[in-house]
């Protein structure tokens, strides 16, 4: 859309110059009222000029077109701030909590694929990589906070997704609030809770999540983890699409179709891709990394570029790649971190446990997007943004 506007803009102005040059070599010939009146050109542009854009006349037609606008916008304002969303029905949903299968599905997803207790859990910036609490798994707390200098559009708290604050949820409303973002009230989520990766997940992969959320222990709440996002980012938030598209693992036919799989579920692109604005991901530099994270014990790390390029994975083979994550099952790598030191937010800890099968299909996934030349510096002692263009 705004491409084409933009054509449209190059259209009229190159027009209106091509007028004045064809005006102005009539002129150069002739006065300007014996133009007029010898050249038809001349005679249809003085029309224009005295019986069309004379000020009375555009005080009316821009005093109607502002009346106009008003109602138009202010009708879309009433709509999305009290139509929107349109809250689907809490859909019907049949989970075993005691399929051991299930259980054991979820709680992988849960705990090393789609890290969910990565975020509703206190973590230890102190260490490298952020692991969780775990005597305080799934309590929430304090998320990326634009107080505290990150790329968000308020102050964020992740809820208790223990028992103590879904255990009057029903499956199908955690379910819906999964896959649509709409919570149990009618009210909605902000993007930093997936559910638009979710609404793409094999329906069953959901309700292993929610089988095995329900067995976690119940951790107190805290009433002060509320989540305040902007009002324009929440009129934003209102108006998107939540019609969830299942992909299912049966279709899955190839490494590379698994790999797109994990890499949505596993959030890559919330960290690893640009954003175009807002929370829009810009699609010509998907995954190509760069994304500056504020570190609290000082300094600032950037997100990896995760394309093919050279800049990026390129040089990495599998094998390589696959290393990388199972290093991390070394305690000592995740090391305690003094001030100023390189830390990073990156989840080892949690993505370490995947499945070998698992990251080689994400591998295979990476080497087919599009390759994108982004050098990430990974750590730097000051902010780099507005001073790096990687193009």
Same mark, same amino acid.
């Given at each position: 859309m705004i491409k084409i506007l933009i054509a449209i803009s190059i259209i009229v102005v190159f027009s209106v110059l091509l007028v004045l040059k064809r005006a102005l070599s009539i002129l150069q010939e002739k006065q300007y009222h014996q133009a007029v009146e010898h050249h038809f050109f001349m005679e249809v542009l003085d029309k224009i000029f005295n019986h069309f854009l004379i000020w009375t006349l555009w005080r009316k037609i821009l005093?109607?077109?502002?009346?106009?606008?008003?109602?138009?916008?202010?009708?879309?304002?009433?709509?999305?701030?009290?139509?929107?969303?349109?809250?689907?029905?809490?859909?019907?949903?049949?989970?075993?909590?005691?399929?051991?299968?299930?259980?054991?599905?979820?709680?992988y997803l849960v705990e090393n694929v789609a890290t969910c207790t990565d975020c509703h859990s206190p973590r230890d910036v102190h260490f490298y990589s952020w692991p969780l609490v775990d005597e305080q798994k799934g309590a929430g707390g304090e998320f990326l906070s634009k107080s505290?200098?990150?790329?968000?559009?308020g102050e964020s708290f992740t809820p208790n997704i223990t028992p103590t604050n879904l255990g009057n949820w029903t499956d199908g409303e955690v379910y819906r609030l999964l896959t649509t973002g709409i919570r149990k009230d009618g009210s909605t989520v902000y993007h930093a809770m997936p559910f638009m990766a979710f609404s793409h997940a094999d329906p069953n992969d959901i309700k292993a999540i929610i089988a095995?959320?329900?067995?976690?222990?119940?951790?107190?709440?805290?009433?002060?983890?509320?989540?305040?996002? %902007? @009002?324009?980012?929440?009129?934003?938030?209102?108006?998107?699409?939540?019609k969830p598209s299942p992909? @299912?693992?049966?279709?899955?036919?190839?490494?590379?179709?698994?790999?797109?799989?994990?890499?949505?579920?596993?959030g890559c692109n919330d960290c690893h891709s640009p954003k175009k604005?807002?929370?829009?991901? %810009? $699609?010509?530099?998907?995954?190509?990394?760069?994304?500056?994270?504020?570190?609290?014990t000082g300094g600032y790390t950037h997100s990896a570029n995760l394309t093919p390029d050279e800049s990026?994975?390129?040089?990495?083979?599998?094998?390589?790649?696959?290393?990388k994550f199972k290093s991390y099952n070394d305690a000592g790598m995740i090391q305690k971190i003094e001030p100023g030191m390189y830390?990073?937010?990156?989840?080892?800890?949690?993505?370490?446990?995947?499945?070998?099968?698992?990251?080689?299909?994400?591998?295979?996934?990476l080497r087919t997007i599009k390759p994108i030349y982004n050098p990430v510096v990974k750590f730097t002692k000051q902010s780099?943004?507005? $001073?790096?263009?990687?193009?």
């Open positions: 005093t109607k077109t502002t009346v106009v606008l008003l109602v138009m916008f202010g009708s879309l304002f009433l709509y999305v701030r009290y139509e929107l969303p349109v809250v689907p029905k809490v859909p019907d949903v049949l989970i075993d909590h005691n399929d051991t299968v299930l259980l054991k599905r979820g709680a505290k200098g990150f790329d968000f559009p095995y959320i329900r067995t976690l222990k119940p951790q107190p709440k805290n009433p002060a983890s509320v989540t305040k996002v %902007d @009002y324009l980012t929440t009129l934003y938030n209102r108006a998107i699409s939540r992909v @299912y693992l049966k279709d899955l036919k190839t490494k590379i179709d698994s790999g797109r799989y994990l890499v949505n579920m596993a604005f807002g929370d829009v991901f %810009d $699609k010509e530099k998907l995954l190509s990394g760069g994304i500056e994270f504020p570190m609290p990026g994975l390129g040089p990495w083979s599998e094998e390589a790649f696959v290393a830390s990073s937010l990156m989840p080892w800890y949690a993505f370490r446990k995947m499945t070998d099968r698992d990251l080689k299909s994400i591998y295979a996934y780099t943004k507005g $001073k790096v263009d990687p193009e």
